[in-house]
């Protein structure tokens, strides 16, 4: 019986003229799909750090708190006004007064979706956005937050509170 397996055609080598490059050759849906959606993420992932890489300018707003009344750890609400550089600037912020008697300002945005939050009976501040718990020193205790509290600058001047605030501040987003 003759060996047929070696007697049968080969295919020709492709011309040099009909080679295509890498660039064109063709891809699968899936992989086309895969590019076009990291290159948007791409995209919108610098644009959501481009503003940042430039820090808003801050100033110093006068508050109506005299340091030496507020009692020991336990939050005050402190509303300030003003203008930094051209942009007025309105809110407020949580103050604690720690036992060493320093005082703490602390902005009053929940590190994770920007809700407000609220001192709670036992000694905690709670943002019902999302069920985070921080401490009294702003540290996170339960919840997603990836960090604990953001805080204000703080000087006394002329027997009051001032707090160094961005221009760029906004008043917590309520409870969702």
């Known amino acids: ?11 020709a080598p492709p011309a040099a003229a009909t080679t295509r490059s890498a660039l064109a050759t063709p891809i699968d849906r899936r992989r086309a799909l895969a590019l076009i959606g990291s290159s948007v993420a791409g995209v919108v992932l610098l644009d959501a750090c481009g503003p940042a890489a430039t820090a808003a300018p801050t100033g110093w707003l006068p508050t109506d708190v005299d340091p030496a009344t507020l009692p020991s750890d336990e939050p005050i609400a402190v509303r300030f006004a003003g203008s930094v ?3 007025m600037v309105g809110g ?7 036992a060493d008697g320093s005082v703490v300002a602390f ?4 590190t994770h979706a920007k809700c407000a939050y609220e001192p709670t009976d036992d000694r905690r501040f709670a943002c019902l956005c999302h069920e985070a718990f921080f ?3 702003g540290n996170v205790l339960a919840g997603p937050p990836p960090r604990p509290l953001d805080r204000f600058a703080v000087r006394e001047a002329a027997g009051r509170l001032e707090l160094q605030v ?3 501040f906004s008043t917590p987003r309520p409870k969702d």
């Open 1 to 11: 019986m003759p060996d047929t397996t070696s007697a049968r055609p080969q295919p």
């Open 85 to 87: 550089g051209a942009t």
């Open 92 to 98: 407020s912020a949580w103050i604690v007064k720690e």
């Open 107 to 110: 902005d009053p945005r929940c």
């Open 135 to 137: 401490d009294l020193e």
């Open 166 to 168: 961005p221009a760029d």
